[in-house]
């Protein structure tokens, strides 16, 4: 057995694993930050030389990291967009997936394509601002110089494979981070040039689209190149994740998705059919509330994640009948974008603290129970759910998750799974090339000591019960929210 790298190439920093081709075990891994326009405490850029990658990638490479390495993988951050010129030269800095400008012309294009439906139908996602379609149109607009020079568009992964490999006249990407450009349809992997030139004004060349285990080429030096993809789409190939399992990410907002067989259209806008590293199909549901429902909550309360636990753990279950629908930023599924949080059932026997932190976490574990119902409306299977981000090792989040949810309970420590992800595409394609590995499976690697949290007996009547008083308030307070 031999060894390979992975690179995550994130917002801030280039992370690099080194794995055992065989067992997927972590022999070597480090880190290096990007450096930052300003110096530190500058903040994360929205838009940034991608240069700057290089540097913090030969830095996390240094002192013999990639010492054996037979094939290396890259992951890179999803949705950010570089235009370069005919002979390959950027033409501004890269706009990164945070950037926010292109809000009106995402709306802009949303209508001349015939709305969201329209959309959904051509590539399973409706235009948001962080997508490069988006960031094509706000260049058109605010910068019609550099979109007139504009010849070749890259994401970031797709740059950063290009330089490892010196260069080369051919620019490659993947079906993962090209579902998420809003001009690439999972559903028939083909690109739509249209869309570009209805964006930017006029065609550009794009990359070739890479088969998962296909590798992009080799560098100067003789190592073999995999595919890359999107940073969601490595760690959900880090993670493991197959048919039947969903991911649950708890950020400040909260993403769900699962792997599926097919790519879903869907009119609403709530889904957005993402491709996997794998040849399957990643649709997400986006809320705007996870979190941030916890932190608003314990900050009232006088104290902390752990405390804002703690007191949950004292209530009961439905929370004394206080029901807080937790759209404090508006919400996004349901799409209710200018409403606000509500707390529903105060009487006096529920006006203590305990069951507020309840409620809240109550709150929180029901809007994201409507996000995975969102896709098990649509044929998607949920058996089990992995649960990421620091919240998941809460005790509250993991008695209530498992009812709430309605499934099996995964949390994998704290890795990099991106990282990891990239890792295993590299394996792949390594074991594809040298005749050990079908192209139509990745290489099994031994799964992290998961903490798996089982239903208990009680809990489907107890999660039942507490979803049908969530929802009972969520209808009455905003009818029609879900359609049909």
């Keep these: 057995m031999g060894i390979v790298a992975g690179i995550d190439s994130s917002g801030t920093g280039t992370t690099v694993v080194v794995c055992d081709t065989g067992s997927g075990a972590v022999l070597r891994q480090t880190h290096a930050p990007h450096p930052l326009p300003g110096g530190e405490g500058a903040g994360t850029p929205t838009e940034v030389d991608p240069e700057a990658w290089l540097l913090s990638l030969g830095e996390a490479a240094k002192s013999g990291m990639l010492e054996g390495v037979e094939a290396i993988g890259v992951s890179g951050q999803q949705h950010g967009m570089l235009a370069l010129d005919a002979g390959g030269a950027l033409v501004r800095p890269a706009l990164l997936w945070n950037d926010k400008r292109a809000q009106i012309q995402a709306a802009d294009l949303t209508e001349e394509l015939g709305g969201p439906g329209a959309w959904a139908e051509a590539v399973g996602a409706v235009p948001q601002a962080a997508y490069p379609v988006a960031k094509l149109r706000w260049l058109a607009r605010h910068e019609p110089a550099s979109a007139q020079r504009t010849a070749q568009v890259l994401l970031p992964h797709d740059w950063l494979v290009w330089q490892l490999m010196g260069r080369p006249q051919r620019r490659t990407t993947d079906r993962g981070d090209a579902s998420g450009t809003g001009y690439w349809s999972a559903a028939t992997g083909r690109w739509r040039t249209d869309i570009v030139e209805l964006a930017l004004g006029h065609p550009v060349q794009l990359p070739e689209v890479l088969a998962p285990a296909e590798p992009a080429g080799r560098t100067p030096e003789g190592l073999l190149i995999s595919a890359g993809t999107g940073d969601n789409m490595a760690a959900a190939l880090g993670l493991g994740v197959g048919p039947g399992d969903a ?62 636990s703690e007191l949950a753990m004292r209530s009961t279950p439905g929370s004394y009948g206080l029901v807080l629908l937790p759209y404090l930023e508006g919400e996004r599924t349901p799409d209710l974008p200018h409403t606000a949080g509500t707390l529903h059932g105060l009487r006096r026997e529920s006006m203590k603290p305990e069951h507020l932190a309840r409620a809240a976490f109550e709150g929180m574990l029901c809007g994201l129970a409507d996000a995975l119902d969102v896709l098990r409306a649509r044929g998607v299977e949920v058996r089990r759910i992995f649960l990421l981000g620091p919240a998941g090792d809460l005790p509250a989040v993991r008695s209530m998750a498992p009812a709430l949810l309605g499934a099996q309970l995964v949390v994998p420590p704290p890795g990099e799974y991106a990282a990891l992800g990239a890792a295993r595409q590299a394996a792949w394609s390594l074991g594809v090339v040298n005749g050990t590995d079908s192209p139509e499976q990745p290489p099994y690697w031994h799964p992290a000591d998961y903490a798996v949290v089982e239903p208990g007996e009680d809990d489907g009547p107890i999660g039942h019960s507490v979803r049908q008083q969530y929802v009972s308030v969520r209808e009455q307070t905003h009818p029609g929210a879900f359609p049909g």
């Design 247 to 308: 991911v649950v990410s708890l950020g400040a907002a909260g993403t769900v998705f699962a792997v599926h067989h097919h790519a879903l259209s869907d009119p609403s806008g709530m889904i957005t059919s993402f491709a996997d590293a794998t040849g399957r199909h990643l649709p997400v549901v986006h809320t705007r509330n996870a979190v941030r429902v916890l932190r608003g909550t314990a900050e009232l309360l006088g104290t902390d994640l752990a405390g804002l």
